[in-house]
């Protein structure tokens, strides 16, 4: 298997711009996470998916951000209109069963100027 | 808030050494990971530990679990250059409606020195 696939890897925008990240999770994983990490706040949680459906989506910041997984093997995530303090690294991470071992995607590193 | 919390926060050691990294906790868990992140890269799972274990070996890992002081090491015997990552560990937690889900400590920086 490719493992968790993410694009783009490195995304530069200005501010105010819509930013859309992609993610393929494993095959047959159930289960689909989306992280950000900054040096400030670390890795945080921002929502997760089981069989495509979102089931804690607690740590989306604000209004501006979305997520959808229309099917298994596609994700996304959404930030309309972005702000210079979206700027951070964005992992998409899948995995089996719940509170188990989860399986990383390269990230995406988000710049916004 | 934080359910991991790693320390200490950087580490730096000669190749060859052994490194200890320590992770304290909060509520009762399932299990206790163990990842690691090397620069520019996503996380690597390296170890699970479960609740009613209190070792696990792999490899040069050795991971300790101590429920009664919430609390967990990760030990790298004969540390390598290659080794220089981050170190995270994660707990399972019960978030909204009762779903399980990870959280990730701050991390600990290792940097073994040639």
């Known amino acids: 298997d490719a493992g968790v696939i993410q694009s783009p890897r490195h995304e530069v925008t200005e501010m105010g711009q819509e930013v859309t990240l992609r993610c393929k999770p494993i095959?047959?994983?159930?289960?689909l996470f989306w992280y950000r990490q900054t040096m400030m706040r670390g890795l945080e949680l921002l929502i997760y998916?089981?069989?495509?459906?979102?089931?804690?989506d607690s740590g989306m910041p604000e209004d501006r951000f979305s997520a959808k997984m229309p099917n298994a093997s596609f994700s996304t995530l959404k930030i309309q209109p972005s702000e210079p303090r979206d700027s951070a690294v964005y992992f998409c991470?899948?995995?089996?069963?719940?509170?188990?071992?989860?399986?990383f995607g390269p990230g995406t590193r988000l710049l916004v100027l | 808030s934080q359910q991991g919390e790693e320390d200490p926060q950087a580490l730096s050691i000669q190749e060859g050494e052994n490194a200890t990294m320590n992770c304290s906790y909060k509520t009762s868990i399932n299990n206790l990971q163990w990842y690691r992140q090397n620069s520019g890269r996503g996380l690597v799972h390296l170890i699970l530990i479960r609740s009613n274990e209190r070792e696990k070996h792999s490899g040069r890992l050795r991971v300790t679990l101590d429920t009664s002081k919430k609390s967990s090491s990760l030990l790298i015997t004969a540390s390598r250059a290659a080794d220089t990552a981050s170190y995270f560990c994660a707990t399972d937690a019960h978030g909204f409606q009762g779903a399980q889900k990870l959280v990730f400590g701050q991390g600990t920086r290792l940097t073994i020195n040639p």
């Open positions: 991470a899948s995995s089996l069963v719940a509170g188990q071992t989860q399986y």
């Open positions: 998916f089981n069989n495509n459906v979102p089931i804690d």
């Open positions: 095959s047959g994983h159930d289960y």
